[in-house]
């Protein structure tokens, strides 16, 4: 018996587009996360990017459960000494909505060159619109 590798002319990447309106921040992370992947499709191969491409909008609505919308934080440094930034989940909603889906799903993604490039094939919008129409992207009901 031989494992089964997907030539590159075999592997077809499709578009979906999700829409995030009051769906909990982390099970949307999730799903997007398995698209991304391929895990999905049946020819799905961990060195491989099998994945398809997904557009997000509606970005601004996601909704996070429980206290979380009080207590979670976004942690960045500067690099230098006391360099320390935290970000309240409010302000990161309100300033840079895309950027919270865009976190969410980069940690589940592998930490390495197939995860950058697996997200690069993520498209995040604050509202519905979206300048994807030409790939004519499916709807996503996850």
Do not use: C
Not at 13 to 41: C, E, F, N, S, Y
Not at 107 to 135: E, F, T
């Amino acid at each position: 018996m031989r494992t089964y590798t997907p030539k590159a002319g075999e592997i077809t990447h499709h578009w979906w587009v999700v829409d995030a309106t009051d769906r909990p921040l982390g099970r949307l992370a999730t799903q997007i996360a398995v698209i991304l992947r391929g895990k999905h499709k049946p020819m799905y191969t961990p060195h491989l990017d099998v994945g398809d491409n997904v557009v997000v909008v509606n970005a601004e609505k996601v909704t996070l459960t429980g206290k979380k919308a009080e207590q979670k934080t976004y942690f960045r440094h500067s690099g230098y000494m006391g360099g320390e930034k935290h970000i309240p989940f409010r302000r990161m909603i309100e300033t840079h909505p895309e950027r919270v889906i865009e976190l969410a799903v980069k940690g589940m993604l592998p930490k390495n060159a197939l995860g950058r490039s697996i997200r690069k094939k993520l498209k995040v919008y604050a509202g519905a619109d979206h300048p994807h129409q030409g790939q004519r992207p499916e709807p996503l009901d996850i």
